[in-house]
């Protein structure tokens, strides 16, 4: 049986959505897919972290500077600003077809994907000089990550112990961090770092603060690197001490005491376009099991054409067009800016849809692979999808979403 082109979507369908920038873009992006990523992603997978920066470093930031020669970096910068406005829809829309076209989310966080430090920048950093010379870094090629978490507090960010003391005009920054993205030798540009601490130690939430960190900043000491099983390519995750690290008064990235409602505000946009990824893991998981299906015969007939076959991809498919419905309207309410899709309700909801839908795409597309879809070499992506899309559920962690959806149904902090 000939394989048809899935009924599924793609951008040549929809001209009213896709401008000629952003075909361009989708253009480029393919090219340096297929370039650099389809033919070494096995290797860098498998050393995975700095082993893949230092053994296979051509490939490596070869793939990385392309992107940003390509002018990936800064999407969402607005005009005014110097960057070319993207609004989120369109980011999340080009987000989507690139996690297609490398079959994995990690692709397309290396593509600067919803980018939330430009929306933290841009609404939150009270200093302006600051605030262009960072966006100015971000178009320059400038990785930002955000330093958040710390290991005795995990999700509970009130509990933090990591300080931040001020002294004079220049703010000194102490305590432990875990998860780190990035902090190994970045990709290409001049990095930096969101970084968050107690500025008040009496208080919760409401004594963090934000703080723009340069990369070769003294009193930043890498710890163990987390030898991980998914997301293993693109930066390697480290244990930090940040000691004595000296941050001045002006980069601070929000208002002191504001540096939770900050972050809480940029990932509310970027779960957005997190949701538009694990779309694109469901639809390219669905196409893995098209694919496999219409090629294999067994007891004589190709594998699509058992009833037993249709129900899975059926599933699959009822939830990965719900999960783009519900993406686009979360995505297009926070572009024309309702309230509630900025509190985060709308990205929120979507994520929590599209993320386990696209985990349980490539479970069903695992099981009618059989063997082929855990076999590294033969070429089949599945594992990897699996593997790397595991992270949707462990970023802000399901319970998380559920405790802030709650609150938001019965309108009280729960
Ligand atoms: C691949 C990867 C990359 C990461 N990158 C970064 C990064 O770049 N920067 C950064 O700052 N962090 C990063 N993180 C860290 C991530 O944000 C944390 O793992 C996350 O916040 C959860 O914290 P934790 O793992 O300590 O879980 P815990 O805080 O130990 O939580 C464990 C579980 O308990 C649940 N739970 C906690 N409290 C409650 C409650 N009251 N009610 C119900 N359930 C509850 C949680 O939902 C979770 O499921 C990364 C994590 C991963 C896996």
């Not at 940003?68 to 993207?86: L, Q, T, V």
């Not at 978490?149 to 112990?161: F, H, Y």
């Amino acid at each position: 049986m000939d394989m048809m082109k899935p009924n599924l979507y793609e951008p040549a369908d929809h001209p009213q959505e896709w401008t000629p920038e952003m075909y361009q873009k989708l253009e480029q992006a393919r090219d340096i897919i297929e370039e650099w990523w389809l033919p070494n992603r096995r290797q860098l997978d498998r050393l995975g972290g700095v082993l893949a920066m230092t053994e296979m470093s051509d490939i490596y930031y070869g793939l990385h500077k392309s992107i940003i020669d390509a002018g990936f970096y800064g999407r969402s910068i607005p005009k005014e600003y110097g960057g070319p406005g993207w609004s989120l829809y369109q980011c999340g829309l080009l987000s989507a077809e690139i996690t297609k076209m490398a079959f994995t989310k990690a692709v397309d966080d290396a593509f600067a994907y919803g980018e939330p430090w430009c929306h933290i920048l841009q609404h939150w950093t009270p200093d302006e000089d600051t605030k262009r010379e960072y966006f100015k870094r971000t178009l320059d090629g400038g990785f930002c990550t955000i330093w958040a978490t710390d290991p005795e507090s995990g999700v509970d960010m009130g509990g933090m112990r990591g300080s931040a003391v001020l002294d004079g005009d220049t703010y000194v920054l102490n305590g432990p961090k875990w998860w780190m993205a990035m902090c190994s030798p970045g990709p290409v540009g001049l990095q930096w770092h969101l970084a968050l601490l107690k500025t008040d130690t009496s208080k919760r939430t409401s004594g963090l603060s934000l703080f723009i960190v340069n990369d070769d900043a003294p009193g930043i000491i890498r710890g163990r690197e987390g030898d991980l099983t998914g997301a293993r390519w693109g930066c390697a995750r480290y244990e930090l001490l940040l000691k004595d690290l000296k941050v001045q008064k002006k980069c601070l990235a929000a208002p002191e005491g504001k540096g939770l409602y900050a972050i809480v505000d940029g990932m509310n946009k970027h779960m957005g376009n997190q949701a538009f990824q694990a779309v694109g893991v469901s639809e390219a998981a669905i196409k893995q099991a098209l694919d496999y299906t219409t090629t294999t015969i067994r007891w004589d007939h190709p594998l699509i054409e058992y009833q037993g076959v249709h129900f899975p991809i059926a599933d699959m498919w009822v939830n990965a067009e719900a999960a783009r419905a519900i993406t686009a309207k979360a995505n297009k309410l926070w572009d024309e800016g309702d309230t509630e899709a900025k509190h985060g309700k709308w990205s929120i909801l979507a994520f929590k849809f599209a993320a386990p839908a696209a985990l349980d795409a490539c479970l069903k597309t695992i099981e009618l692979m059989g063997a082929r879809a855990i076999e590294r070499e033969e070429g089949w992506p599945m594992e990897l999808m699996y593997r790397d899309s595991m992270v949707f559920q462990l970023y802000r962690t399901p319970n998380i979403d559920r405790k802030f959806l709650a609150s938001y149904l019965v309108r009280r902090r729960l």
